[in-house]
């Protein structure tokens, strides 16, 4: 389940307590059955929503143990440590996910998730090895 962008605007009062409850709930969830997948990544999602980023990386981090051959889990990890400036680890899953088979490219290229990775110079590093795998970045 890929995750939405980040948050661009400022959540209204209601969002953020309905996110809160989401939290709340799933991290009650996630207590009971720590390899809940699912819920895990729904969690993941609402941190990130709530521009939780730090805690959303433990849980993409927590996922990518449970599910390591899973190219979307590992397209959502790059997507943390982007959002937490970790550029290097992104970068790093970023490549993992496309060798497992994610091929949205498109989407790659305007994630506003990974924006920051984008501008950083380590995507010009991977950027040849992504056209390796025969992928056309530009």
């Known amino acids: 389940m890929p995750k939405k962008p980040a948050p661009k605007k400022r959540l209204s009062r209601r969002e953020v307590r309905d996110l809160e409850v989401e939290i709340s709930f799933l991290r009650g969830v996630v207590h ?9 990544q729904v969690l993941g999602d609402a941190y990130t929503k709530r521009g939780r980023f ?3 990386l433990e849980v993409d981090e927590a996922l990518s143990k ?9 397209y959502n990890l790059a997507c943390s440590y982007a959002l937490t400036k970790r550029h290097e680890q992104a970068g790093s ?4 996910a496309v060798e ?3 091929s949205d490219f498109k989407w790659l290229m305007k994630d506003p998730d990974l924006e ?3 501008k950083h110079p380590v995507f010009e590093k991977i950027k040849p ?3 390796k795998i025969r992928i056309k970045v530009h």
């Open 100 to 102: 497992l088979g994610y």
């Open 54 to 56: 730090d805690a959303g």
């Open 129 to 131: 090895k992504l056209k």
């Open 32 to 40: 009971r059955d720590p390899d809940f997948v699912e819920a895990l």
């Open 93 to 96: 899953a970023l490549l993992r």
């Open 116 to 118: 920051s990775l984008r």
């Open 66 to 74: 449970l599910c390591p051959h899973d190219p979307m889990v590992l």
